[in-house]
């Protein structure tokens, strides 16, 4: 099993429709991420959670929300899609130092048409 | 204003030929650049963290080095299977405070 899941691997949604992207680690770290990748813009943090109180925005956080159930899952909520929140998602852990970056999983291709 | 470029955007190789991909930075106080490598459909993979000017770190046929200014990653000899993007990060203190580059795709033919 992968370190990191997330599901689902690729979701159409309309616009105006609320839809939630889920996250799952075995990795045993506190630290969880929400991050979307453009073309052209590189991977831009959305949120991110130090431990299971513990949520902040980053620097895209408009329009997104975040729920961490537990340790292991953390989940993103688009409240209302629209059509330039169409991206790749990835999840991502890391423990506290930098030797061994972060953890990504493999990603939710999101279409909002 | 942290900021990332990565060049080239694009590299092909033909396979056995070594070349460099460069990461040059421009912010306030570096903790640390990552290297990643990313294939089509999955997450970042991590490669590399360096921390200072002159550290350099090696994973069979990849080398990282960093100066003041830049970071490369250096590819000998390459084999198809190194086709991938590879993606240059910075943080200037915290996992929050991560700056990611556009990436460089590299395809190495046989």
């Known amino acids: 099993d992968a370190d990191v899941t997330q599901t689902p691997r690729n979701r159409i949604t309309k616009t105006g429709k609320r839809i939630m992207l889920e996250c799952s680690q075995t990795?045993?770290?506190?630290?969880m991420y929400w991050y979307r990748q453009d073309p052209g813009l590189g991977l831009r943090l959305i949120y991110y959670?130090?431990?299971?109180?513990?949520?902040n925005k980053g620097e895209i956080s408009d329009g997104y929300s975040v729920s961490r159930q537990a340790q292991a899952k953390f989940s993103l909520s688009l409240e209302s899609a629209i059509p330039n929140q169409t991206a790749l998602y990835f999840c991502?852990?890391?423990?506290?130092?930098?030797?061994?970056?972060?953890?990504f999983g493999s990603g939710t291709r999101l279409t909002v048409v | 204003e942290d900021q990332v470029t990565q060049s080239p955007e694009a590299l092909r190789l033909q396979e056995g030929e070594s070349s460099s991909l460069n990461c040059s930075y421009t912010?306030?106080?570096?903790?640390?650049l990552f290297w990643y490598r990313q294939d089509p459909g999955k997450g970042p993979e991590f490669l590399f963290t360096l921390y200072s000017a002159g550290e350099e770190k090696e994973k069979e046929r990849l080398k990282a080095t960093l100066t003041k200014k830049e970071s490369f990653l250096h590819i000998t000899a390459p084999k198809p299977e190194d086709s991938a993007t590879y993606l240059c990060a910075v943080t200037t203190g915290g996992y929050q405070k991560v700056t990611f580059g556009i990436g460089t795709k590299l395809q190495v033919i046989p």
């Open positions: 959670s130090f431990d299971v109180k513990d949520i």
């Open positions: 991502a852990t890391s423990d506290t130092g930098y030797t061994y970056g972060y953890t």
């Open positions: 912010v306030s106080g570096l903790r640390g």
């Open positions: 990795k045993g770290h506190d630290r």
